[in-house]
């Protein structure tokens, strides 16, 4: 079947601007995981969509991201005002079960939008 | 914030040898996974080990659980220039759901 797609695959902004990130996991996957991958702090988690329990945004780097799943399917991440350490690879996952701590499911990638800002 | 570290960064080897990487990792875990990565995109997954387990293996992949040191390894045998990626540990801890990964380890094959 259709694995995690994500969409744009590339997206170059100017400085100051809005962009918007979407993910459409796997159909029947419960969990949404983003992340992002930059050249100076790896892979690291942003947020974490269970079903209908309210998002863990802990990973998130400012209050100038933002995420949302509708329908319990696509997700958006939102970034506002861009900036320049924004620049990276995001990632978006899924997995199928409803994962609670210590889950041992496998988790899916997309194959990431990478953002320039200019 | 990193949970591991992976050793080497890089590795370069003939195809048809074999390439080891190693993964430590801080704080008490209920798995661990490796991935795969090309050209900077998608990650794919590749194995998952559970704490209780030691070893497993899946194709030409073999990787090893320590949890006593917090060290996992990833063997790749026979490998082939397709091998060439970044591989990347990335652990779960015991009250946690998302990944916490290592800064990866680029594997080149050479023909």
């Known amino acids: 079947g259709a694995g995690v797609s994500q969409s744009p695959s590339n997206k170059v902004t100017e400085k100051g601007k809005d962009v918007e990130l979407r993910c459409d996991p796997i159909s029947g996957h419960t969990a949404l995981y983003w992340y992002r991958q930059s050249l100076g702090q790896g892979l690291e988690f942003l947020i974490y969509?269970?079903?209908?329990?309210?998002?863990?945004k802990s990973g998130l780097p400012s209050d100038r991201f933002s995420a949302e799943r509708t329908g319990g399917s696509v997700s958006t991440l939102t970034i506002q005002r861009t900036q320049q350490e924004d620049s990276a690879v995001y990632l978006c996952a899924s997995s199928l079960a409803p994962t609670g701590y210590g889950s041992t499911d496998t988790q899916y990638f997309g194959p990431g939008t990478r953002l320039t800002v200019l | 914030s990193q949970q591991g570290e992976e050793d080497p960064q890089a590795l370069s080897i003939q195809e048809g040898e074999n390439a080891t990487m190693n993964c430590s990792y801080k704080t008490s875990i209920n798995n661990l996974q490796w991935y795969r990565q090309n050209s900077g995109r998608g990650l794919v997954h590749l194995i998952l080990i559970r704490s209780n387990e030691r070893e497993k293996h899946s194709g030409r992949l073999r990787v090893t659980l320590d949890t006593s040191k917090k060290s996992s390894s990833l063997l790749i045998t026979a490998s082939r220039a397709a091998d060439t990626a970044s591989y990347f540990c990335?652990?779960?801890?015991?009250?946690?759901?998302?990944?916490?990964f290592g800064a990866g380890t680029t594997v080149t094959v050479r023909a």
């Open positions: 990335a652990t779960i801890g015991l009250n946690d759901y998302k990944l916490s």
């Open positions: 969509f269970q079903g209908n329990s309210a998002p863990d």
